[in-house]
């Protein structure tokens, strides 16, 4: 039976307010504004790729939301499961972030309590939702956010797989909003559900308590739940501007691990966004060619090094301008300087 959706996700959707180049929010007087959310970021680079994308939030009924939703129309993200809280007290949530320079790191301080997208419940869409989409993918960080949502998101995954529905689900640990223990147990609670299960090596090991080669802390989700696939992302900062980014899949069915080479000394603009990014090319790699694991692998390689280099959270990018740079990551020859 055909889908309306191929990918669905549910989370927080947010204004960004950066001060440009490497001022620092203590001093700079201009803020530019952005829109950006884990998830919305995550399908973002998998609509821009071809898939049928839509986001689940509850945004403010005024100018800031029209603002958000205007975001996610532009990058090709259907809006349509996306309500209003018409309340007095409606709030969008807001971050600021400034950006790093060898040896000062990026720093980031949220405005985020009691937003609207906390007050969302299951009440709010008709059962046909979770008829609508192939994927349906969250993340820890909705989960973290409050307990009301975190009833609502859990209730979601359930209601999703009752029918049929793939579930894809990246930790995304975040200290300032939860601590490890709770993420722990919260999260081991739905990944019974979880098909596509998004967890870096450090968290595994922080969070989870995970012992062993990431390889085998891969293998053992998959041991211990009904995971299919495993994907963890690799990074190695050697500056705040220059980042070496690569990752593994592994393939449970096949008992199979999938790598590459990884981007090596990328140049790094904005890295905001771009473990989300990688999510977008291994869903669109998923979805678009079920089973070939190396191929997905490639796209979330590709997505995620290329939104390292572009500002903001959300990518920016087409299929052509992917599979080019997939070419020549791959390409042993010489590589043209400009794509002209």
Same mark, same amino acid.
């Given at each position: 039976? !055909? ?6 996700? *549910?989370?927080?959707?947010? +204004? ?14 201009? +803020?530019? $504004?952005?829109?950006? @959310? ?16 839509? &986001?689940?939030? $509850?945004?403010?009924? /005024? ?14 993200? %259907? ?19 400034? %950006?790093?320079?060898?040896?000062? $790191? ?11 997208? /906390? $007050?969302?419940?299951?009440?709010? #869409? ?14 820890? &960080?909705? +989960?973290? *956010? ?25 930790? /995304?640990?975040?200290?300032? *909003?939860? =601590? ?10 739905? *990944? ?10 450090? =968290? ?5 308590? !995970? ?46 691990? #999938? ?14 966004? %771009? ?21 997905? +692998?490639?796209?979330?390689?590709? =997505? @995620? ?36």
């Amino acid at each position: 039976m !055909k889908k309306e959706f191929d990918l669905l996700s *549910l989370g927080e959707l947010m +204004l960004r307010l950066s001060p440009p180049d490497n001022e620092r929010i203590t001093r700079g007087d201009t +803020l530019g $504004k952005q829109a950006g @959310g884990a998830e919305l970021n995550a399908i973002t680079g998998a609509a821009m790729l071809g898939l049928r994308c839509g &986001i689940i939030s $509850k945004l403010p009924a /005024n100018d800031l939301g029209t603002y958000i939703k205007n975001r996610v129309r532009l990058c090709g993200v %259907s809006d349509d499961y996306l309500v209003y809280d018409q309340d007095g007290d409606a709030r969008l949530g807001v971050y600021y972030y400034e %950006s790093g320079a060898y040896p000062r $790191k990026p720093r980031i301080v949220y405005d985020r309590k009691n937003t609207s997208v /906390n $007050k969302l419940t299951v009440a709010d #869409y008709d059962d046909s939702l979770y008829r609508a989409a192939r994927c349906f993918h969250t993340s820890g &960080i909705t +989960l973290a *956010l409050s307990p009301q949502l975190r009833e609502t998101a859990i209730e979601m995954i359930r209601r999703f797989k009752a029918q049929g529905t793939l579930i894809s689900f990246d930790v /995304n640990f975040r200290g300032n *909003l939860w =601590t490890g223990p709770e993420a722990k147990e919260c999260i081991e609670s739905i *990944l019974p559900y979880v098909d596509v299960f998004f967890c870096s090596e450090d =968290t595994a090991r922080l969070t989870f308590l !995970k012992e062993g080669s990431a390889r085998e802390i891969m293998k053992s989700f998959t041991r211990e739940y009904p995971i299919s696939i495993v994907a963890s992302t690799q990074r190695v900062v050697h500056s705040p501007k220059r980042h070496t980014f690569g990752s593994i899949i592994y393939s449970a069915a096949e008992d199979t691990y #999938y790598e590459e080479p990884p981007y090596a000394d990328i140049e790094v603009v904005d890295r905001i966004g %771009s473990g989300d990014a990688y999510i977008s090319g291994v869903l669109y790699g998923l979805l678009s060619r079920e089973g070939d694991y190396q191929r997905a +692998l490639r796209y979330g390689n590709a =997505t @995620g090094a290329l939104k390292n280099t572009i500002p903001g959270d959300l990518l920016s990018t087409d299929l052509k301008e992917i599979d080019g740079i997939i070419r020549e990551h791959q390409s042993t020859g010489r590589v043209a300087e400009m794509d002209r």
